[in-house]
């Protein structure tokens, strides 16, 4: 299959002109159909750094204020609207079992509301779960890491001490804990434990840094520490975000997460969106660096990721709305995506792409006038609305 396009950003660095993408997978009927795409801009598929796949429910988990760190937070958030409905489908005993029928299904609503968003990885921070939650999704659900939730509340959702999840990386996995996720001394307190804990390494992945000072970002990129930036999640629990300016000053490795819809954004889309309105003097180039080739690094992901060539077995493509390719993400719907591939395999698109596939059409599911997706989200969502009693719209869901 060739698919002539308006550009091609093979990585931040390479962007082709009117070029003929060539997909390769052995799923063809034929290899020689070619299609017009030329008001459209291929990129590589999204990685999305930071989720808590259970938590995707809608709407956002609190009271309208702010607070001094998350941990008050998650004692108010069992209080609200949002997370007594979710309670209705998947009550948490504490067992942090998500393989179990009811939290898996909110789990995959989760890993739809990536997939729907252009995300072929997601890391979903959560106590590493049995073998087989990480196989047989529709994207990938990053499997090898270790994790702490953070150093300010510990584990409590399950794992070893900070120290011993980290000995168990060995270096060669990312490690990844909540840090300095508020404004108060608790939070701030946070830094100098990592250090003494000699935890600040260059396989180590910080998630939120709100409360890092520059010269603590300083030591981050000098260590290789990676650090996850969730602009609306961290504006919408705590008023305040990381200090992006000083990441970017000193070169730091930083990536893009959404966290889950009960703090954060809609979905990626939506969070690169924030991200450029609240410090649009950014480029977004470097937000784009966020998305792709930074958490190829920080994930440890293979090679494949975060980059596409000419000749490519994974591919987003998008509708164009603005000349500049990274400008363009700024205009970019779950509709606008033409068509998603992964290692071959044609994921989320318009029906025009996946007729040229030889494929069980049982493995989709089609919605719209045209639009197909790999899997079945309706049966999650029908099932959903059963227990429910009414039907409930998740605004990630694009059916
Ligand atoms: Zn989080």
């Known amino acids: 299959m060739n698919i002539k396009v308006d550009s091609c950003v093979c990585n931040p660095e390479k962007i082709l002109r009117h070029v003929n993408i060539s997909i390769n997978s ?67 005993d504490g067992s942090f079992d998500l393989t179990e ?42 499997k090898n890491y270790t994790q702490h939730h953070s150093l300010s509340m510990g584990n409590w959702w399950g794992g070893y001490s900070a120290e011993e999840e980290y000995a168990k ?7 990844i804990m909540h840090l300095g996720e508020g404004i108060d001394e608790l939070s701030k307190k946070c830094f100098s434990k990592l250090k003494e804990l000699e935890l600040l390494q260059s396989n180590t992945l910080l998630i939120h840094g709100i409360a890092l000072t520059k010269q603590q970002i300083k030591e981050c990129a000098e260590a290789g520490t990676s650090i996850c930036w969730c602009p609306e999640s961290n504006y919408y629990l705590i008023g305040e975000t990381l200090d992006i300016d000083a990441c970017l000053e000193f070169n730091a490795n930083i990536v893009l997460g959404t ?39 920080a994930l440890k992901l293979p090679t ?20 500049d390719p990274f400008r363009n993400l700024l205009e970019t719907q779950m509709e606008d995506i033409e068509l998603m591939i992964h290692q071959g395999i044609p994921i989320y698109g318009d029906v025009k792409f996946l007729s040229e596939f030889n494929i069980s059409e049982n493995d989709y599911y089609f919605f719209g ?25 998740f605004p990630f869901l694009p059916f």
Request: charged share 25%.
């Open 304 to 323: 494949e990721y975060g980059v596409i060539d000419k000749n490519t077995s994974n591919l987003l493509l998008i509708k164009k709305h603005d000349e």
């Open 26 to 92: 052995t799923l063809l009927k034929n290899k020689n159909i070619q299609f017009d795409c030329t008001n459209s801009i291929a990129y590589p598929p999204f990685i999305n750094s930071h989720d808590h796949l259970i938590s995707n429910w809608y709407p956002k988990a609190g009271f309208g204020r702010t607070y001094p760190n998350v941990n008050i937070w998650v004692e108010d958030m069992k209080k609200t609207d949002s997370f007594l409905e979710r309670n209705k489908v998947w009550i948490n």
């Open 369 to 393: 006038e045209d639009r197909f997706v790999i899997g079945h989200p309706e049966k999650i969502t029908d099932s959903i609305n059963k227990k429910l009693g009414y039907k409930k719209d």
């Open 259 to 297: 966290d889950s819809t009960m703090s954060g954004g809609i979905n990626l889309l939506e969070e690169i969106r924030v991200a450029h309105q609240k410090f649009p003097h950014i480029p977004m180039k470097q937000i784009f660096k966020m998305i792709t080739t930074n958490p190829v690094k």
């Open 169 to 175: 990386a060995n270096g060669k996995i990312p490690f």
């Open 101 to 142: 029928e009811a939290a898996h299904q909110i789990v995959l609503l989760g890993i739809y509301k990536n997939l729907f968003s252009g995300c072929v990885v997601v890391q979903d921070h959560i106590p590493k779960q049995k073998k087989s939650y990480y196989e047989n999704n529709p994207i990938v659900v990053l």
